[in-house]
């Protein structure tokens, strides 16, 4: 009997301790930029987001700088697979933490065309028998509306590129 607690006990404990992993910790490459301004600090950062990316306009004040999509050429690499088209796609967050403004960026690459998605859509649906309209589904869409993005890796590469521009336009000649 004292096996058999020990046991669900532990199993409690670590599906606690996995749940808890995936949770509130943004993805990306953070960096800490140190006793700065959020205001000075978001202005470097549109200006170097800017030299890799087109960018969102965004709000006055909002921490958060957002890319349009950029089309990537990946025939190199072969982790993405296929031969459809590539993209980037890039976010930029500022967060105020003890004091210290941490910049954190995520550099998505997404391959369009999710067989799976085109196949049985976002629900599931593996009947064979129609349930939908054509303007439940894609008729009443645009083709741009209807292309659906996988995500298959980040560009760690690229967001250190921009984490590190970002500390060093903040910090001339300072290393992180």
């Known amino acids: 009997m004292f096996r058999h607690c020990l046991f669900v006990l532990t199993g409690v ?18 960096l800490s930029l140190g006793d700065v301004s ?17 960018l969102v306009r965004g709000n006055p004040g ?36 003890q004091g210290h403004v941490v910049a954190n960026v995520s550099v998505l690459l997404q391959r369009q065309g999710s067989s799976s998605l085109e196949r049985f859509g ?15 589904g894609t008729a ?16 760690r590469v690229l967001e250190r590129t921009i984490v590190h521009e970002l500390y060093d336009a903040m910090h001339p000649g300072k290393t992180p």
């Open 13 to 30: 404990v670590i599906s606690t301790a996995l749940a808890g992993c995936g949770t509130g910790a943004p993805s990306g490459t953070r």
């Open 62 to 97: 909002d921490s958060t700088i957002v890319s349009l999509p950029k089309p990537v050429n990946t025939r190199a690499r072969r982790i993405l697979g296929g031969k459809s088209p590539t993209r980037q796609l890039a976010t930029l967050r500022l967060q105020s933490q």
């Open 140 to 155: 009443a869409t645009t083709p741009e509306q209807n292309e659906s993005w996988e995500t298959r890796a980040h560009d």
């Open 38 to 54: 959020q205001q000075e600090a978001l202005v470097v950062a549109r200006e170097v987001m800017g030299k890799h990316f087109e």
């Open 122 to 136: 976002d629900r599931g649906n593996y009947s064979t028998i129609p349930n939908e309209t054509p303007s439940q």
